[in-house]
């Protein structure tokens, strides 16, 4: 894998961690269960995204 590749790679496992932070937090502060449910929907979609690019490496 080339060094271009492996930093795109760095950029997408941080923009994913960063949804998975900013979806646990409104999971966090939400007081409708529907919506919480939502974000943590969320939360788990973008875990597994991030499994899937960190297995790239």
């Known amino acids: 894998m ?3 590749e492996l930093l795109y790679i760095e950029d997408a496992l941080e923009h994913t961690q ?7 937090t409104a999971a966090n502060q939400l007081s409708d269960p529907v919506l919480r449910q939502q974000a943590q929907q969320l939360v788990n ?3 597994q995204l991030f499994t899937q690019f960190y297995n790239l490496i």
């Open 2 to 4: 080339s060094p271009k």
């Open 18 to 24: 960063y949804l998975m932070n900013q979806c646990r």
């Open 45 to 47: 979609s973008n875990q």
